[in-house]
C-alpha cells in the first residue's frame, strides 16, 4: 500500500515542492525552523499496486493529514543541514484495515555545487504503525539517498527542474508475526516542467522512471509516471495543490501491478517559527 504523496521510503516518488532552503541575507535574520501541516485527499485505481483476492484492483478514496517540523540552517556560504521530523495519518474510505500512521525522521545536507544544480545526502527513519488500541509496528525503513538535481530557466515564466536519485533502503515489514525483508537500491529520474501564469497560479507537468532492485528477494521493479498539476499559492504560507496523473511498469513479482490513474488535491500551510 502507499501514499499519493511523495513516498520515496515506500518505493513511490511523488514530485512535489519542498521547503524553500534559507539563503544568505543580511537583514532581516533568515528564518531557519519551520512548522508545516497538510491535508491531501485522492483518488486511486490501485491503492495496493498489486492483484487482490479476486484477480483485481482496489480502488479507494484516501485522506491523508500530516504535519512536520523542519530546520535548514546554513553551514556555509552554499551548504545547508536539512532536519525534519514528521507524522502522518493514512485513512482510507472503505479499505479501513489498511490504515496506518507514518512516523519519520530526516538528516542531512544540501550542497549548491553550481548557481542552477545541487546534491543532497539524507539519512531517513521510517515506521509505519497500524492505528487504534494495539498500535503494532508493521514496517521500518533506515534509507540513504544522494540527489542530484538541478534547474533551468526557459524563459522568465518557464523552467524545467531535473534530478537523480539512488538510495539504498534497509526495509522490513512484519505481517502476522512473520518478518519479510524488502531492502533495496531504487533509482529515480524525473523532470518537472513548470510555467508561472500568474506569481501566484503555476501549471506543472512532471515525468518519472523509477527502478527498484531488491537485494533479499527475486525481484525487480521498473515503473514510469506521468503527473499534471495546478498550483495557487494563496498567500506566502498557503498553498492549494490540485494533481491528477497515471503510473505504469512491470515487476518480476506476477502479483505486482503498477497500473494506476489517479486524483487529487492537497493545502498545506508553513509557519516560519525561528
Known sequence: MRSLLEDN???????????????????????IGFFSARLAIA????????????GGLTSDIFLRPSIAFGVYPNLGPQTALIATADLGLQRYAAQSS??????????????????RSYGQLIVTYQELYRPGGNRGRFFKNTALGLTLGRRDPITPKLALDSYY??????????????????SRIFHSAGTYLGYDITPRVQLGLSYQLNLIDYTAQPRY????????QVV???????????????????????RVR??????????DATIPLF
Do not use: C
Not at 43 to 54: E, G, Q, R, T
Not at 166 to 182: E, L, M, P, V, W
Open 9 to 31: 521510503d515506500l518505493g513511490i516518488l511523488r514530485i512535489r515542492d519542498q521547503p524553500q532552503l534559507p539563503t544568505q541575507t543580511a537583514q532581516p535574520p533568515v528564518k
Open 43 to 54: 483518488s486511486s485505481d490501485n491503492i495496493l499496486l498489486a492483484v487482490n483476492d479476486v
Open 98 to 115: 489498511l490504515n496506518y500512521d507514518d512516523l519519520r525522521f530526516r538528516v542531512g545536507v544540501r550542497q549548491g555545487l553550481s548557481p
Open 165 to 182: 536519485l539512488i538510495q539504498y533502503n534497509d526495509a522490513q515489514s512484519t505481517s502476522s508475526g512473520t518478518a519479510t525483508d524488502f
Open 221 to 228: 521493479d521498473t515503473f514510469q509516471q506521468v503527473l499534471g
Open 232 to 254: 495557487y499559492r494563496l498567500n506566502s504560507s498557503l498553498r492549494l495543490n490540485l494533481y491528477g496523473g497515471v503510473s505504469f511498469g512491470r515487476s518480476s513479482e506476477p
Open 258 to 267: 503498477f497500473n494506476d490513474t489517479f486524483f487529487g488535491a492537497t493545502i
